[in-house]
């Protein structure tokens, strides 16, 4: 294992007595990460101040290490790394405060399901803008 206190695999097998401790951690991370494939969870944690908080924005940039693929592979919802990327911009973190903003996206989210390859003329930029999300663009690990 690393100093940075990623596991150096996505769950180790060795016959370690941190091991439990490693698996109940990697299961929490992996729980959390997916959890931020909704945006009313993420209006959640913005309304409840943790965006605020530097240590929690330095929890965000820490979980960036699930969009390897060794670690993405347990992705059940790949939107949650597209939001773990937005979730990187102030402006994204701030806008989500707002409920108008949890629906606005919500409901790019649902048309992104509903028809993967409609592409918005109004969103005609190839990135990803914290205030403006596209999902077609963004790099959900998908």
């Known amino acids: 294992m690393t100093d940075s206190a990623v596991p150096d695999t996505a769950i180790e097998t060795a016959d370690d007595p941190h091991t439990g401790f490693l698996k109940e951690r990697f299961e929490v991370e992996l729980e959390f990460v997916?959890?931020?494939?909704?945006?009313?969870?993420?209006?959640?944690?913005?309304?409840?101040?943790?965006?605020?908080?530097?240590?929690?924005?330095?929890?965000?940039?820490?979980?960036q290490y699930w969009k390897k693929p060794e670690?993405?592979?347990?992705?059940?919802?790949?939107?949650?790394?597209?939001?773990?990327?937005l979730l990187q911009h102030k402006e994204f973190r701030d806008g989500m405060k707002t409920v108008d903003e949890a629906t606005r996206v919500h409901g790019l989210q649902y048309h992104h399901w509903r028809w993967?390859?409609?592409?918005?003329?109004?969103?005609?930029s190839p990135a990803v803008s914290p205030t403006k999300t596209n999902f077609n663009a963004s790099n959900s690990g998908a």
């Open 34 to 63: 997916q959890c931020l494939a909704n945006p009313w969870y993420i209006n959640f944690i913005a309304q409840q101040g943790y965006f605020e908080k530097p240590e929690f924005i330095n929890f965000l940039k820490y979980l």
């Open 71 to 85: 670690y993405s592979r347990f992705i059940v919802y790949p939107h949650a790394l597209a939001f773990l990327d």
């Open 116 to 124: 993967p390859n409609y592409q918005d003329e109004s969103e005609s």
